[in-house]
């Protein structure tokens, strides 16, 4: 089963900050995150493995509650180059199968 | 820097014929992946494979096979494509799955009229 992404999309100005979650149904071992510029390839962002690890790309972080089965990314600060879809993708305690969300589609204006 | 190429960026076929996609990762990763991309469903894993002449079927594998007879190598086949078929497909590679990072290929746009 996919994880839910929310919101679907978002609109920002150059410098504010947004939040993109990803939550799971099933309990999990990782989740990555993924960024994609209109007409191009998936780009890595990051993975957060089990532990509630916080990680960071530039001034893009994100957190993982593995309780909760959630995961947060955080745009801080946001710059014209973040503007694409962010993906998150999950992976079950129990399997090998990583599974995207639908994504969130993200554009900062100037 | 990783390279993953996929055979064409734009495909148009009809109903009903056999269709080859092409993956070729130039890392020598062990693992390659094939997901289809329709908008508001994300990527969706069709199948991956693990190592050469091993395949496991992901998400939504029917209507399509695979083939991997060489490591950097790894084909989808849609044997008799269907309209609802027309779809963006992605080829990925990574050194070990699931915990490392993929690596995508630009995409095929099939278009099956």
């Known amino acids: 089963q996919q994880p839910v992404q929310s919101p679907q999309a978002v609109i920002l100005r150059e410098g504010e900050d947004a939040v993109i979650n990803c939550s799971s149904s099933k309990a999990l071992y990782s989740v990555h995150w993924y960024r994609q510029k209109h007409g191009e390839a998936p780009v890595f962002l990051m993975i957060?493995?089990?532990?509630?690890e916080q990680k960071g790309h530039d001034k893009i972080s994100a957190s993982f509650n593995e309780k909760k089965q959630q995961s947060s990314l955080y745009l801080t600060a946001s710059q014209l180059s973040y503007s694409g879809t962010y993906f998150c993708?999950?992976?079950?305690?129990?399997?090998?199968?990583?599974?995207f969300g639908g994504g969130t589609r993200v554009l900062v204006k100037p | 820097d990783v390279k993953v190429t996929q055979s064409s960026r734009y495909l148009v076929k009809r109903t009903g014929e056999k269709v080859f996609l092409e993956c070729v990762q130039d890392m020598d990763h062990e693992n390659m992946f094939w997901y289809r991309q329709d908008p508001g469903l994300g990527l969706r894993l069709i199948y991956f494979?693990?190592?050469?002449?091993?395949?496991e079927k992901g998400d939504i594998p029917e209507g399509y096979s695979v083939s991997r007879e060489k490591k950097e190598r790894f084909s989808l086949i849609l044997e008799s494509a269907s309209t609802n078929q027309t779809s963006m497909y992605l080829c990925a590679s990574s050194f070990v799955a699931p915990a490392h990072e993929q690596y995508f290929g630009p995409g095929t746009r099939l278009t099956v009229t």
């Open positions: 957060l493995l089990k532990g509630g």
């Open positions: 993708g999950t992976v079950p305690a129990a399997g090998n199968k990583l599974t």
């Open positions: 494979s693990y190592d050469v002449k091993m395949k």
